[in-house]
């Protein structure tokens, strides 16, 4: 990244989503839907993150029985997701990735800070807020900032957020990181 930013100083946000914890830990709807050729990562004997191969490369056995498994009109029907559930451990590891993610990136970027953005209506919230407090990741929680059942902050065809809910998101950043005054 230092080639591509020319700056030394500034503040790099990720915004969480819970589905992010499926991407990471490569649940079955995330690989049979668009991710089976993305990073797989897994925790070497020190507990740090590294990237072994893809989803399908990394962990072979796996991506053959959800390939299958793939094939069911029933079971994308039903929405079956593989786990049934996220656990702490799938948290903790997601956490990791976000902890080595802010590592790399502070090494590369010294006076930068490294901040991750828990998305308004996020359930995992309290859990992955947790995980990176113990990491020491600076997070901020905005998951209870809006009601994620209001209209107005998603696009109800596919439930991603509406323009109002960046709007209020961003001057909320603004704010709390003081990079302006809100209205």
């Given at each position: 990244?230092?080639?591509?930013?020319?700056?030394?100083?500034?503040?790099?946000?990720?915004?969480?989503?819970?589905?992010?914890?499926?991407?990471?830990?490569g649940?079955?709807?995330?690989?049979?839907?668009?991710?089976?050729a993305?990073?797989?990562?897994?925790?070497?004997d020190?507990?740090?993150?590294?990237?072994?191969?893809?989803?399908?490369?990394?962990?072979?056995?796996?991506?053959?029985?959800y390939?299958v498994?793939?094939?069911?009109?029933?079971l994308?029907?039903?929405?079956?997701?593989?786990?049934?559930t996220?656990?702490?451990r799938?948290?903790a590891?997601?956490?990791?990735i976000?902890?080595?993610?802010?590592?790399?990136?502070?090494?590369?970027?010294?006076?930068?800070?490294?901040?991750?953005?828990?998305?308004?209506?996020?359930?995992?919230?309290?859990?992955?807020?947790?995980?990176?407090?113990?990491?020491?990741?600076d997070?901020?929680?905005?998951?209870?900032?809006?009601?994620?059942?209001?209209p107005?902050y998603?696009?109800?065809?596919?439930?991603?957020?509406?323009?109002?809910?960046?709007?209020?998101?961003?001057?909320?950043?603004?704010r709390?990181?003081?990079?302006?005054?809100?209205?």
């Open positions: 990244m230092p080639e591509e930013v020319d700056q030394d100083e500034g503040t790099l946000l990720y915004v969480f989503i819970d589905s992010h914890v499926n991407r990471a830990i649940s079955f709807v995330v690989y049979t839907g668009w991710a089976n993305t990073p797989h990562y897994a925790l070497d020190t507990g740090i993150p590294v990237r072994r191969g893809s989803l399908t490369t990394g962990r072979p056995l796996r991506s053959v029985v390939s498994l793939g094939l069911s009109p029933s994308r029907y039903l929405g079956v997701e593989i786990p049934f996220i656990t702490d799938h948290v590891f997601t956490a990791a976000l902890e080595r993610s802010a590592e790399l990136f502070e090494q590369s970027f010294e006076r930068a800070r490294f901040v991750v953005v828990l998305f308004p209506g996020s359930a995992l919230a309290d859990q992955i807020g947790a995980a990176l407090r113990d990491r020491d990741v997070y901020l929680d905005y998951s209870a900032l809006l009601d994620w059942n209001d107005r998603f696009i109800p065809e596919d439930w991603h957020p509406a323009p109002e809910t960046y709007r209020i998101l961003a001057e909320r950043l603004a709390d990181l003081r990079l302006g005054s809100a209205s």
